[in-house]
């Protein structure tokens, strides 16, 4: 026997079982994404590997240590994308639609980073990301902000999250905050964990996001960047404060999110939860108004998010959020006796669906006696089963049980769609 071939490690199959709760989840987001006024985008998983080392960061933990890179045959090197935000750039830029024009743009799809695999982080993850180009100004900030946040509501996640948000200003006041940040923990390197070591000369704002409890010590009583916030972030960092007081969107103050990528300035953002241990954040993004520059192409502010849809799933099940019109379920099932009750049992079907094409109707295919069809509508857990031999055929009817109450009537076939659809 051939040996079986196994899902690589970290890459995670969807079971039918799971992924009505995806089609859920995806649904409700597109809704209303597309009630702010945003179009989906769709790019390709594979891009070349400098999009991400110059949009992402070289120094960043995305592009040292977890992307997927390869040659390919002409000895390019290629990257599987580990973030949507650097791909929907290249891929707007091209298309020509960013400068000088305001885009509303979301997409979903996997993203892929090599990391241990664990509860709510994976090596192939899905995404949906919402990105919005050409306003600099915080109202678009705060748009963004309040979209997640009816996302929450529609999912009825709003109880179960928290909103953190900061601003981490401008280029130039965090290469100062750098600087005196580099100076401060230099004198207690020793009481840093090894990442933070290492990001001391490469990437230091990232030791603000440490776990270790000997880092975080030591950041106590380091130089905060909101000393070193000029007046033009703190006007844009007010108003957008001002816009979420007035559309009663709570927040929380966190002067220590700074983000893991290079390319954020001015506003960043996450939504936290308490409910999936270390994986707390669920939902993250903030401002990027030189990335597209970055990138090759003209000078166009933007800002973004993005959020897991495996956390979010599971957060939607640890919280037993996810209503029973979001689970699979079987409305008809028809079993049928006979050449011509078969025939007869498809021409139904499609008038079933005719009605409501959101209707599961499921045949039975591939034959078999009447006890062990009636046991596969039993298993199927439809409301009804409808059921069509050569005596019903000849008098132009069908018997139609109630699978919840056990009842059964005789209905016409011309009659049967709709009855179905009322009852249903």
């Not at 024009?101 to 980073?113: A, E, I, S």
């Not at 308490?274 to 939902?283: I, K």
């Not at 108004?289 to 990138?295: A, I, K, N, R, Y």
């Not at 295919?365 to 069809?373: A, E, I, S």
Request: proline letters at 3%; one cysteine or more; charged letters at 25%.
């Amino acid at each position: 026997m051939a040996r079986k071939i196994q899902a690589i490690r970290g890459m995670n199959d969807i079971l039918p079982d799971q992924s009505s709760v995806w089609l859920y989840l995806e649904k409700t987001v597109a809704d209303v994404v597309k009630s702010y006024g945003y179009q989906q985008i769709r790019f390709p998983i594979v891009e070349n590997t400098d999009l991400f080392k110059r949009g992402v960061g070289e120094t960043t933990d995305i592009v040292e240590k977890e992307m997927y890179t390869f040659d390919d045959r002409n000895g390019e090197s290629l990257t599987l994308r580990p973030e949507g935000t650097a791909s929907c750039v290249r891929a707007a830029d091209q298309a020509g639609l960013l400068f000088n024009q305001v885009q509303r743009l979301w997409y979903t799809g996997p993203m892929f980073r090599y990391e241990r695999p664990q509860k709510g982080r994976y090596r192939q993850f899905h995404q949906i990301g919402v990105e919005s180009f050409g306003i600099g100004s915080a109202d678009i900030d705060a748009e963004l902000i309040i979209l997640s946040a009816r996302m929450w509501k529609q999912l009825g996640l709003l109880e179960h999250v928290e909103l953190q948000l900061n601003t981490i200003g401008l280029a130039s006041e965090r290469e100062a905050f750098k600087v005196a940040l580099v100076e401060y923990l230099t004198e207690f390197k020793d009481q840093l964990d090894e990442d933070s070591q290492r990001r001391l000369t490469t990437n230091p704002l990232r030791i603000l996001d440490s776990k270790d409890e000997s880092t975080q010590s030591v950041l106590k009583a380091a130089p905060s960047l909101d000393d070193f916030i000029g007046k033009e972030s703190k006007t844009h960092f007010d108003l957008l404060q001002a816009i979420l007081k007035a559309n009663n969107v709570p927040f929380v103050i966190n002067h220590r999110l700074v983000r893991g990528l290079d390319y954020y300035g001015k506003t960043v953002f996450e939504w936290v939860t308490s409910h999936l241990g270390s994986q707390a954040t669920v939902c993250a993004g903030g401002r990027y108004d030189g990335l597209v520059e970055q990138l090759g192409g003209k000078a166009t502010p933007g800002v973004g998010f993005a959020m897991g849809i495996e956390r979010l799933v599971l957060l939607l099940e640890t919280l037993d959020l996810i209503p029973d019109s979001a689970k699979f379920s079987t409305d008809v099932f028809i079993v049928s006796m006979g050449d011509a009750a078969e025939i007869a049992s498809f021409v139904l079907a499609e008038h079933i669906r005719e009605i409501d094409s959101s209707r599961v109707v499921l045949r039975h295919c591939g034959g078999g006696n009447f006890k062990n069809q009636m046991k596969k509508a039993d298993k199927s857990e439809a409301r009804f089963t409808i059921i069509l031999g050569q005596d019903e055929i000849d008098q132009g009817v069908c018997q139609v049980k109630d699978m919840s109450t056990g009842e059964q009537q005789t209905c016409s076939l011309v009659d049967v769609p709709a009855y179905i659809d009322d009852k249903l």
